[in-house]
């Protein structure tokens, strides 16, 4: 990968490397895809100021995540289907967050198991939540996470009604992949990731096994998921999970300053300023353009993260700029999963904050701290539209 410069190449060789269907999972947006684009333009508007003659020899990117110390300011977002963009794809994830000294948070859609992860790991990491109907499902799901030590508990709240990803119907894609001649015919051009896929531990998703008889009968398992999701789910289901929940509480999924609010009443320690990655409500505002009046009303009361769009170094420091704590990153480092596998993911954090030390250099500030609006022109006042 020594030719790999940004994230841009990694999600090249992402495509190249791994089956259409996959690729476009993670690539891709809801409908007309109108909230993905502005998640990246909109970043792109916030200009920085660069400042001279500065002594900038001691730049850090150490901050603290939740209180807990990290060697930068990034954390590796939930993605569903991790393991099969890379057999395993999870658990080298989790391996190479580690190594970097972020966090990583398991999905509930993911390939490998709660358990799966905590045994070939060395430190504990975070999961994701989605609230299904089936509530003591739910529970022991949160149960499994409790007894797998992982630190912090993210719940995503986005995701009662599914956005349409035009994409995915379009490819056909299903988890266990469908082996159709189409299909075969593009598997068979990708000889590395159908070995890796096929040493992997599962091909299904790993967390909601035990509730499907039969986890290869992609129509049952898919009927399901898609019955699961549940359009009742409102404020009082967090109290309930916070009353079984004993650790750190995450509420991802906020764009609205009534739900912040809200959100931060319940007692989470963050929340997440997200539109999932342009996969849900399009037409949702960019996740930037939401993050400063988001940050105004309740960032002295919670801590802010901030999750959509980033795909450079610079992106990380227009959010942190604009008052997150802390970025997470999703399509980034799945492309570079997708390229590589556990040193994928590496070359990903590794160009991310490479980009940040440069930026902070040249805006003239040598630590995450020094970060704030005075590093932007106008303060980084863009006209959104």
Not at 90 to 99: G, H
Not at 174 to 178: I, N, Y
């Given at each position: 990968m020594k030719h790999v410069t940004c994230i841009e190449d990694l999600r090249l060789l992402h495509m190249k490397r791994v089956p259409k269907a996959f690729f476009d999972y993670?690539?891709?947006?809801?409908?007309?895809?109108?909230?993905?684009?502005?998640?990246?333009?909109?970043?792109?508007k916030i200009k920085f100021r660069q400042r001279i003659l500065v002594d900038v020899s001691k730049r850090d990117l150490k901050t603290t995540i939740l209180g807990e110390p990290a060697a930068m300011p990034f954390v590796l977002a939930p993605v569903g289907l991790t393991g099969m963009?890379?057999?395993?794809?999870?658990?080298?994830?989790?391996?190479?967050?580690?190594?970097?000294?972020?966090?990583?948070?398991?999905?509930?859609?993911?390939?490998?198991?709660?358990?799966?992860?905590?045994?070939?790991?060395e430190k504990p990491f975070w999961f994701q939540l989605y609230v299904?109907?089936?509530?003591?499902?739910?529970?022991?799901?949160?149960?499994?996470?409790?007894?797998?030590?992982?630190?912090?508990?993210?719940?995503?709240v986005d995701l009662q009604v599914i956005g349409q990803r035009h994409a995915d119907i379009k490819n056909g894609m299903?988890?266990?992949?469908?082996w159709t001649l189409s299909k075969l015919i593009d598997f068979a051009t990708k000889p590395a990731w159908v070995s890796g896929v096929l040493r992997g531990k599962r091909r299904t998703f790993g967390n909601i096994a035990s509730q499907i008889k039969d986890t290869d009968d992609i129509t049952q398992l898919a009927q399901w998921t898609n019955s699961q999701f549940d359009?009742?789910?409102?404020?009082?289901?967090?109290?309930?999970?916070?009353?079984?929940?004993?650790?750190?509480?995450?509420?991802?999924?906020?764009?609205d300053i009534e739900d912040a609010k809200l959100a931060a009443k319940t007692g989470a320690q963050a929340l997440?300023?997200?539109?999932?990655?342009?996969?849900?409500?399009?037409?949702?505002?960019?996740?930037?353009?939401?993050?400063?009046?988001?940050?105004?009303?309740?960032?002295?009361?919670?801590?802010?993260?901030?999750?959509?769009?980033?795909?450079?170094?610079?992106?990380?420091?227009?959010?942190l700029a604009l008052g997150a704590k802390s970025c997470m990153i999703?399509?980034?480092?799945?492309?570079?999963?997708?390229?590589?596998?556990?040193?994928?993911?590496?070359?990903?954090?590794?160009?991310?904050?490479?980009?940040m030390e440069t930026t902070m250099g040249l805006c003239g500030v040598n630590t995450i701290a020094e970060i704030d609006r005075h590093i932007l022109r106008g303060d980084g006042r863009v006209n959104w539209g």
């Open positions: 993670t690539d891709r947006g809801s409908y007309t895809e109108d909230t993905l684009r502005a998640n990246r333009s909109d970043l792109e963009q890379h057999g395993d794809g999870e658990i080298y994830a989790c391996r190479a967050a580690q190594a970097a000294g972020v966090p990583y948070t398991l999905s509930t859609m993911s390939i490998c198991s709660i358990e799966d992860v905590a045994a070939n790991v299904m109907k089936d509530r003591g499902f739910i529970k022991a799901l949160i149960e499994r996470a409790i007894a797998a030590k992982c630190s912090a508990l993210v719940l995503t299903t988890v266990p992949p469908e359009t009742t789910l409102n404020w009082k289901d967090v109290d309930w999970i916070r009353s079984i929940w004993p650790g750190k509480l995450i509420i991802k999924g906020i764009l997440v300023v997200s539109n999932h990655g342009g996969r849900q409500l399009d037409g949702a505002p960019s996740s930037i353009s939401v993050l400063p009046e988001i940050v105004e009303a309740v960032g002295s009361q919670t801590e802010i993260m901030f999750d959509g769009g980033i795909r450079t170094g610079q992106d990380a420091v227009r959010a999703g399509r980034a480092y799945i492309y570079g999963l997708g390229a590589g596998g556990q040193a994928g993911v590496a070359k990903a954090l590794d160009i991310l904050a490479k980009e």
